[in-house]
């Protein structure tokens, strides 16, 4: 079975700060890992994602993110906050062949100015 | 534009109500998803259909009824609610349902049950 935990409910930065958003997943299976975010009153929105290529990934707006399978995490970060990135961010490991994937509960990412 | 489109983007309705949710794709994609977001708890995934056959029903209570005429509409059917069941309803569309598949959703329904 696959699961997905995103340690920290709420992170909150400066406008210009680096952004961390921590995944450890668990897959019995070589892990395709996932960033989505969310933004107010819409769905969510494929950031990045890891497909047993290169380790670390790049994304839209300026993330990426870095798999470690020694570590089982697949970390998102960004080198300068800006405040149009005040959202929600969710991990994501595909279960498996056929399966669909698997959520973690979300980061809430708050930036101030 | 998502791609995916869904109405209504709100949705108030009684518990003894009957009413649908609906959700198209211009993608292209052979399966579509419907899942669950409530406050402080992970997606929950509902259902899945990959070529207009439901391959998943994650356990969830017959009051939520889906359909798939065709690849690209997905419903769902309401009937008698809770108020529990008040949430964004997110639809959701790939490829295929393979692990290589990234998701793509629709802006959601919120849904109030009264």
């Known amino acids: 079975a696959q699961s997905v935990t995103q340690l920290g409910s709420h992170v909150s930065v400066s406008e210009g700060a680096l952004v961390l958003l921590r995944c450890n997943y668990s897959?019995?299976?070589?892990?395709?890992l996932f960033w989505y975010v969310q933004y107010p009153n819409q769905g969510l929105q494929l950031l990045l994602k890891?497909?047993?290529?290169?380790?670390l990934v790049k994304g839209i707006n300026g993330f990426e993110a870095e798999f470690k399978k020694s570590e089982t995490s697949f970390h998102l970060t960004k080198p300068s906050a800006h405040m149009s990135d005040a959202a929600e961010y969710f991990c994501?490991?595909?279960?498996?062949?056929?399966?669909?994937?698997?959520f973690g509960k979300g980061t809430r990412l708050s930036v101030i100015a | 534009e998502t791609g995916v489109t869904q109405t209504p983007r709100h949705l108030v309705m009684g518990m003894t109500n009957k009413k649908s949710l609906k959700c198209e794709q211009h993608?292209?994609?052979?399966?579509m998803y419907w899942y669950k977001q409530s406050a402080k708890k992970p997606l929950e995934l509902m259902f899945v259909?990959?070529?207009?056959?439901?391959?998943e029903n994650n356990s969830v209570p017959s009051r939520f009824s889906p359909e798939c005429p065709n690849s690209s509409h997905l419903f769902l059917h309401l009937h008698t609610l809770q108020p529990e069941d008040s949430a964004l309803y997110l639809c959701?569309?790939?490829?295929?349902?393979?692990?290589?598949?990234?998701?793509?959703f629709g802006n959601g329904t919120r849904l109030t049950v009264t």
């Open positions: 959701a569309s790939s490829q295929g349902t393979g692990q290589n598949s990234p998701l793509h």
């Open positions: 897959s019995s299976v070589p892990p395709y």
């Open positions: 890891y497909t047993s290529a290169a380790t």
């Open positions: 994501a490991v595909s279960g498996g062949l056929n399966t669909p994937l698997v």
């Open positions: 993608l292209g994609h052979n399966a």
């Open positions: 259909y990959n070529f207009k056959e439901q391959t």
